[in-house]
């Protein structure tokens, strides 16, 4: 086997180093962008959401008939493959990247085409399985990259949600086995009225309490996508049939109830719940650094 493949692209060809499954757009890429010195792979919930996202794709253009149902087989298979981990070095792209994350959506679909393509054929290329044709086909960065990032936001809030309300415990906890020890209440920084320390550790558990609801209640806007939009909203290029056959499969993927945003050209055009959960997230933190300056406070004394 030699150890540089060909692979082409509307600007031309180049040599590809046969031992990786990412392409020519990938070293293209490569080239001339990113400045952070730090992979967007480094997270790795936005390439498995887009994996996931393309694998639904795949079944759902199977499901229409507008993709060979081998063809969808092997991108399925190659998603699962990049899911289950051992592909990271695949993904070199930069964090930070212009023009929306083409890059990044074609390094997956890459990744997943010649991952689909060596199952069926025995080589990594484009002969059978093409990173544009097939494993991007009905989609669009422009639908793809912002619903990747919503379904990479829920595992995190999840996980905060998780050890926020693990803190909670804990301080409902202290707050009981400390609620017959008085203390002196304090008021910018003087000693103020009497207050058991039992009351100071229930308004930390109460305030972490309720920022962690407030981080679960933006959990299914998590699941609110724009797939099948494609472009700009219009859905051009997709096969009719294929939006419900997308959400049926994204949802029997990920266990949850997926839906398409009511409005696609407020989706395409907005992005202010990811804005939420950053200022959601950036309130439990601040909250959080505050009650450790309160603890260091009331042991500097008296």
């Given at each position: 086997m030699t150890n540089m493949r060909i692979e082409r692209d509307c600007l031309g060809e180049m040599e590809i180093p046969n031992d990786r499954y990412y392409g020519i757009q990938t070293i293209r890429n490569m080239k001339v962008s990113g400045a952070a010195g730090f992979p967007?792979?480094?997270?790795?919930d936005?390439?498995?959401?887009?994996?996931?996202?393309?694998?639904?794709?795949a079944k759902a253009n199977a499901e229409i008939g507008a993709m060979k149902p081998e063809i969808a087989q092997a991108i399925s298979e190659a998603c699962g493959k990049v899911i289950a981990g051992?592909?990271?070095?695949?993904?070199?792209?930069?964090?930070?990247?212009?023009?929306?994350?083409?890059?990044?959506?074609?390094?997956?679909?890459?990744?997943?085409?010649?991952?689909a393509n060596e199952m069926l054929t025995g080589?990594?290329?484009?002969?059978?399985?093409?990173?544009?044709?097939?494993v991007n086909m009905a989609q669009s960065t422009n639908d793809t990259i912002p619903s990747a990032t919503h379904l990479a936001i829920a595992p995190r809030l999840d996980k905060i949600v998780c050890e926020a309300e693990k803190l909670a415990d804990a301080f409902d906890a202290k707050a009981k086995a400390f609620e017959h020890i008085v203390k002196v209440g304090r008021t910018c920084w003087q000693d103020a009225l009497p207050v058991t320390l039992g009351q100071e550790f229930s308004g930390f558990a109460s305030a972490?309490?309720?920022?962690?609801?407030?981080l679960k209640a933006l959990r299914p806007g998590c699941?609110?996508?724009?797939?099948?939009?494609?472009?700009?909203?219009?859905?051009?290029?997709?096969?009719?049939?294929?939006?419900?056959?997308f959400y049926k499969a994204i949802s029997a993927e990920l266990?949850?109830?997926?839906?398409?945003?009511p409005n696609l050209f407020d989706g395409f055009q907005n992005s202010d719940f990811i804005l939420t959960v950053s200022g959601a997230v950036k309130t439990i933190a601040a909250t959080l650094s505050k009650i450790?300056?309160?603890?260091?406070?009331m042991s500097s004394g008296p």
């Open positions: 967007v792979v480094a997270y790795p936005m390439h498995k959401a887009l994996c996931q996202i393309k694998k639904a794709c051992g592909y990271e070095k695949e993904f070199p792209l930069d964090m930070w990247q212009g023009g929306g994350y083409t890059c990044v959506n074609m390094n997956v679909n890459e990744v997943i085409g010649n991952l080589h990594k290329g484009q002969d059978m399985v093409h990173p544009n044709t097939h972490i309490r309720r920022q962690a609801r407030a699941f609110e996508l724009i797939m099948g939009g494609n472009a700009v909203g219009t859905g051009l290029g997709a096969q009719p049939g294929y939006m419900d056959a266990g949850e109830s997926v839906r398409p945003n450790c300056k309160d603890l260091r406070l």
